[in-house]
């Protein structure tokens, strides 16, 4: 049985998710929140426990699809990591979520400040949309209002 340190995250929509403390913490806002004992006292109802991350912008599917990647990429700074690997499971990562979850999931890389995974789904709407798209093609594309 694992001795890691677990932590439950819960979503917008009141639903939970349970994961590792190093997985958590690769959003550095999660991991201020986690290191700043007053925010979670603050967080805290009386039918959850000390270790429960309230995040009020995220829905669960996509705290789920976040919190995948952030599995996947914990041991990043560690060099641990085949970088082919990585990437081709980064490549299949996006090309397995559909268009509208990746938007969901740009807004929560912004929220939770997960550069790495911004820089990704950045990458990704660009090369997706072209280099010869105007403003208002991008707009109509990722279904953005004005």
């Known amino acids: 049985m694992s001795s890691m340190k677990m932590i439950t995250l819960k979503s917008l929509d009141g639903r939970t998710l349970e994961v590792e403390e190093a997985v958590a913490k690769k959003s550095p806002m999660i991991k201020k929140m986690i290191e700043d004992e007053d925010v979670m006292e603050d967080e805290v109802d009386d039918e959850d426990n000390d270790n429960v991350v309230h995040l009020r912008k995220v829905t669960h599917k996509v705290l789920d699809k976040v919190m995948e990647y952030c599995k996947r990429h914990v041991n ?10 990585l990437k081709a499971w980064d490549q299949d990562f996006i090309v397995k979520t559909d268009k509208s979850t990746l938007c969901n999931l740009l807004l929560a890389a912004y929220y939770l400040n997960i550069q790495s995974l911004l820089l990704l789904l950045s990458k990704n709407a660009f090369h997706k949309t072209g280099e010869d798209k105007t ?11 004005k």
């Open 135 to 145: 403003m208002e093609d991008m707009r109509i594309l990722l279904a953005c209002q």
């Open 76 to 85: 990043d700074d560690e060099k641990v990591v085949n970088e082919d690997e």
